[in-house]
């Protein structure tokens, strides 16, 4: 007779809110170049629903991957690789408008004064890859719990599940 353990990580349920805050941000992040300037928050442009390369590569599209990464945060199974690129696309988002002027124009605001000009950075950058960033960072810190499925003999599979996970692991084999 054969028995057939599956051992499945699981995601703890706060990863769960986080994940939805991840996905929240990232669209936030992918949208606000786009209709920023309806309620006067535009970055380089104050017209609405601009596509330029400046909008694709710094916002839209690490946005994009944050609210990606945010669904996969949620999910169970795949926190991990939630994580993982909710702290790229976060990165990026801090980072990207830094390194842009190495292949394009620099990125400045269009503000009329120096507090415009800082909520303008941080709404549209700093202030989403930074709470992306520490949210990604809790939710892949939260302690997860391992699932023991098994097919077979009742009798073994229970006295399986009740040996600690190394011996497990080695009575499998």
Do not use: N
């Amino acid at each position: 007779m054969t028995t057939t353990v599956v051992r499945r990580r699981t995601g703890a349920r706060v990863a769960i809110p986080l994940g939805f805050a991840v996905l929240a941000l990232g669209v936030w992040a992918a949208v606000v170049p786009l209709v920023g300037p309806y309620f006067d928050f535009g970055f380089d442009t104050d017209q609405t629903w601009v596509w330029s390369e400046q909008h694709w590569t710094l916002s839209i599209i690490p946005g994009a991957v944050a609210a990606f990464a945010g669904i996969l945060t949620a999910l169970p199974t795949r926190f991990r690789m939630g994580a993982l690129l909710g702290a790229l696309a976060a990165a990026w988002l801090a980072v990207g408008p830094f390194l842009h002027p190495l292949w394009s124009d620099a990125v400045a605001p269009i503000a009329t004064g120096e507090g415009k000009r800082a909520a303008l950075w941080i709404g549209y950058f700093a202030g989403p890859g930074v709470l992306i960033a520490y949210l990604c960072g809790v939710s892949s810190a939260t302690p997860r719990s391992s699932e023991v499925v098994t097919d077979g003999d009742a009798e073994v599979s229970s006295a399986r599940r009740a040996a600690p996970a190394e011996e497990r692991e080695v009575a499998i084999r």
